[in-house]
C-alpha cells in the first residue's frame, strides 16, 4: 500500500507540476506563444488552455476535490496529451517534440490507475 501511494504521488505531482509550469511559459515564454502560432492555433486557446492546465493541476493534487472533478481532470490532461502529440507530428515537428507527450500520457496513466488502486484499498 505504501509503494502504491508513493508511486501515485510522484506520478500525480510530475503532471501536475509539468502542466503548471507549462501553463506559466504559455503566459510568459514568447517562445512558446510563438509554438502555437507554428501549430496554427489562436492566441486565445494558449490562454484558455493555461487557465485549464492549473485547475486541472490542481484538481489532481487537492485532496478535497470530488472523485468526478478528478476524473475530469485526467481526460482533459489525456485529451491534451494525445492533441499535443498529433499536433507536433502534423506539424513535421522533430521526432522527440511529439514523443514527449506520449511520455507524460504514460505517466498520467501510471497517477490514474495507482489512484484507483488506492481508492480500492481505502473501500476494502
Given at each position: 500500500?505504501?509503494?502504491?501511494?508513493?508511486?501515485?504521488?510522484?506520478?500525480?505531482?510530475?503532471?501536475?507540476?509539468?502542466?503548471?509550469?507549462?501553463?506559466?511559459?504559455?503566459?510568459?515564454?514568447?517562445?512558446?506563444?510563438?509554438?502555437?502560432?507554428?501549430?496554427?492555433?489562436?492566441?486565445?486557446?494558449?490562454?484558455?488552455?493555461?487557465?485549464?492546465?492549473?485547475?486541472?493541476?490542481?484538481?489532481?493534487?487537492?485532496?478535497?476535490?470530488?472523485?468526478?472533478?478528478?476524473?475530469?481532470?485526467?481526460?482533459?490532461?489525456?485529451?491534451?496529451?494525445?492533441?499535443?502529440?498529433?499536433?507536433?507530428?502534423?506539424?513535421?515537428?522533430?521526432?522527440?517534440?511529439?514523443?514527449?507527450?506520449?511520455?507524460?500520457?504514460?505517466?498520467?496513466a501510471?497517477?490514474?490507475?495507482?489512484?484507483?488502486?488506492?481508492?480500492?484499498?481505502?473501500q476494502?
Open positions: 500500500m505504501k509503494k502504491d501511494k508513493i508511486i501515485y504521488w510522484v506520478t500525480t505531482g510530475i503532471v501536475a507540476a509539468m502542466m503548471v509550469f507549462s501553463a506559466y511559459g504559455y503566459f510568459t515564454n514568447q517562445e512558446m506563444k510563438g509554438a502555437f502560432v507554428h501549430l496554427g492555433f489562436p492566441n486565445y486557446f494558449r490562454i484558455e488552455l493555461g487557465v485549464m492546465k492549473i485547475l486541472g493541476a490542481l484538481a489532481l493534487i487537492l485532496p478535497m476535490v470530488p472523485k468526478k472533478l478528478k476524473e475530469f481532470a485526467y481526460f482533459g490532461f489525456a485529451l491534451t496529451f494525445i492533441s499535443a502529440f498529433i499536433g507536433h507530428y502534423a506539424s513535421d515537428d522533430p521526432l522527440p517534440t511529439p514523443i514527449m507527450p506520449l511520455i507524460f500520457l504514460g505517466i498520467l501510471a497517477s490514474y490507475i495507482y489512484k484507483n488502486k488506492i481508492q480500492n484499498y481505502n476494502a
